[in-house]
């Protein structure tokens, strides 16, 4: 699997999203850190979920604080602290998966641990076999899905990958339909069994 | 059935209910929008991050166990401490590592 699908278009690396000249007061130290403290671990499950491998995954939460503190110039009071930090991990992310092509492995250790996750088992769908399955979509479908898994809106979601909102929800359903098909396929083979389908795709949405 | 029923209700009570809705009344929109591609043609109306909450006008009580999978899968990692290299490297930031606007 690639994470082929970067697209910096919402900031660039250090996620700057106001032009120079529009800097408004500068993030102190304290605010920094009170901020990031905050969204550090949707960020840091954010990362693991695009890139599969929890060091890694940590390694690019780490760079994405430094790069964040770094350009907190850029970074426009009373806006999205979170939305902001993101897109500096998920630019970040993409730029790196294009010099290395073998970017995401599979991390048998937190499919163990997930292993032990339980109520979603009684309905069907071990958690592993998601992973797995999730591990498999397309990266602009994946980072979707996790971004809502993350409590994103979809203007958050847009705002963070620099898509349409129309987009986000497309590539939402789309990935969603992608493992509930990658589950049913594993089922027959004896894996996590079918998964039924919500209304609204039984409706044909 | 009727256990599938059953755990569904107890797993969706787990689900924040904004949340919730977000991802039941995803399908319902535009599946013939934008594309597998990697945003070929995508580019149409630009990301908004104010006004109002659109998109949850159409309550969608279904249970998306995917969905529901996938909250927790992020759940998880979520939940657990945050590693001291985290925090040693907050605790670190120093003025001095700050770039100047458009460098």
């Known amino acids: 699997m690639t ?16 032009p120079a000249g529009d800097q408004a007061a500068t993030l102190t130290k304290d605010q920094f850190r009170r901020e990031v403290l905050a ?14 491998n929890r060091d890694l995954a940590d390694d690019l939460a780490q760079e994405a604080m430094m790069r964040a503190w770094a350009s907190r110039h850029t970074f426009r009071p009373g806006t ?24 995401v492995t ?4 937190a499919a163990e641990r997930i292993l032990v996750a339980q109520p979603t088992q009684h309905v069907g769908i071990d958690l592993a076999d998601v992973q797995k399955a999730l591990e498999k979509l397309p990266a602009e479908q994946r ?12 203007e958050e979601a847009a705002e963070i990958t620099g898509c349409a909102i129309g987009t986000v929800k497309s590539r939402i359903a789309r990935g969603r339909l992608a493992l509930r098909r990658l589950l049913a396929e594993d089922g027959e083979e004896g894996g996590a069994g079918v998964v039924p389908a919500p209304a609204w795709f039984a409706a044909g949405g | 059935m009727e256990t599938l029923e059953r755990h569904t209700l107890i797993a969706r009570s787990r689900i924040h209910p904004a949340q919730h809705q977000d991802q039941d009344t995803v399908g ?15 580019e149409a109306e630009p990301a908004r991050s104010s006004g109002p909450a659109p998109d949850r006008e159409e309550p969608d009580l279904a249970f998306d166990p995917i969905a529901a999978a996938l909250r927790q899968i992020h759940d998880h990692v979520a939940a657990e401490d945050i590693p001291e290299d985290f925090l040693r490297l907050l605790d670190q930031l120093d003025d001095s590592q700050s770039r100047e606007p458009g460098k």
């Open chain 2, 28 to 42: 319902q929109g535009s599946a013939d929008e934008g594309g597998d591609g990697p945003d070929h043609g995508e």
């Open chain 1, 39 to 52: 969204i550090l671990p949707q960020l840091r499950a954010f990362a693991r979920g695009i890139c599969g």
């Open chain 1, 80 to 103: 999205n602290f979170k939305a902001w930090i993101f897109i500096i991990l998920r630019n970040r992310c993409y730029s790196l998966a294009r010099k290395n092509s073998r970017f």
């Open chain 1, 3 to 18: 994470m082929d699908a970067g697209d910096s278009r919402a900031g660039g690396d250090d996620g700057s999203l106001v």
């Open chain 1, 143 to 154: 980072e979707m899905l996790m971004l809502v898994a993350a409590d994103m809106s979809y």
């Open chain 1, 106 to 109: 599979w991390d048998p250790e």
